[in-house]
């Protein structure tokens, strides 16, 4: 369902009524302000209507609300709560980077329970096993659920914008802690002293990351730059502990080189277009207004994150499977 277009005049008493900042019937959870003894079907959440929710233009939207130029219409602007829930059911430029990661969520709590109930079992897999799968699981599912979180109420108000922005941030950190605890854990299964300090070396840089969020201006817009920089550094410090691994298995004659460095290849590929699609705000920078719904860079950045982490998991099954199966020379 397609939500309305907006008036110029609906917006100014939009933005005149967010200005009244804390009501006593309403209480905050990350600066989202949600009245006391709120009953959703009373709100009207259970029912969606067409007009409830206007979108607005480029143009016509807060100041916060305008990262692409390219993507002209179907903006959500000042909704209360229960309508940006709702705006999960209506057609916006936001829809689809909702839901592909409200889907990943999903997928990745069916692909806890069947590693833990099938994977590993079949596998003869080790407790060690569940908890590192389980964790690594939970950092995608945790990174899937924040950036869902993010699209759904970055349109509440520019104080929500900026907190669920720091909530997205973090779950990008914690899905690349997702990406290295398994493939570390596995990579040097035989080499307990190297795994134990790259993992080290990685939760040190990712706390480092987070340390680093706390600094006021860290998500102003000035500070993109530094923080793509940033999240850059933290993926591409993994190549340390792979050209290390590739040594340390005897090189390309090794059979589990032979297996797995093509899923690390792929895995950095799929990671480098993601960051294509993110700076380059291609296709919608060639077509202004015409990938405002469908196909705009932001959405393919979404797809392109959630098919790494699920390459990703499937490569870490894989070496489940081989490190189980072969035993540790002495």
């Known amino acids: 369902m397609m939500g309305r277009p907006g008036g110029l005049e609906t917006l100014k008493s939009r933005c005149n009524s967010s200005r009244s900042l804390s009501h006593s019937g309403s209480y905050h959870i990350l600066d989202i302000e949600i009245d006391r003894g709120f009953e959703p079907c009373d709100s009207g959440m259970c029912h969606t209507v067409q007009g409830d929710i206007p979108l607005y233009k480029y143009s016509e939207v807060p100041h916060f609300l305008q990262g692409n130029p390219y993507v002209v219409h179907g903006y959500r602007v000042l909704l209360p709560f229960n309508l940006c829930v709702k705006s999960l059911f209506i057609w916006s430029n936001e829809t689809l980077n909702i839901w592909s990661h409200l889907a990943g969520l999903f997928i990745f709590i069916y692909l806890l329970l069947y590693d833990n109930i099938i994977v590993i079992p079949a596998n003869n897999g080790s407790l060690a096993d569940h908890v590192i799968i ?31 922005l720091a909530v997205d941030l973090t779950g990008i950190s914690m899905g690349i802690i997702g990406c290295y605890l398994p493939a570390v854990h596995y990579a040097f299964y035989c080499l307990s002293i190297w795994r134990d300090l790259y993992l080290i070396i990685i939760f040190v840089l990712t706390g480092a990351t987070l340390f680093i969020q706390l600094n006021p201006n860290f998500l102003k817009p000035s500070w993109a730059r530094h923080r793509l920089l940033i999240y850059v550094g933290l993926v591409a410090y993994g190549v340390v502990p792979t050209i290390h691994w590739f040594v340390e298995n005897g090189g390309w004659e090794s059979r589990v080189v032979q297996l797995f460095v093509p899923k690390v290849i792929v895995v950095y590929l799929l990671g480098m277009l993601a960051f294509f699609f993110y700076i380059s705000k291609f296709p919608e920078r060639l077509f202004p207004g015409m990938f405002d719904y469908v196909g705009s860079s932001h959405q393919l950045w979404h797809v392109v ?13 894989e070496i489940l499977l081989f490190r189980t199966s072969h035993e540790c020379e002495a």
């Open 134 to 164: 389980t964790l690594g699981i939970f950092c995608f599912q945790f990174c899937m659920a924040c950036s869902a979180g993010f699209h759904i109420f970055c349109c509440h108000s520019e104080r929500a914008s900026q907190r669920w």
């Open 305 to 317: 994150i959630l098919v790494t982490f699920l390459w990703w998991h499937q490569a870490g099954n």
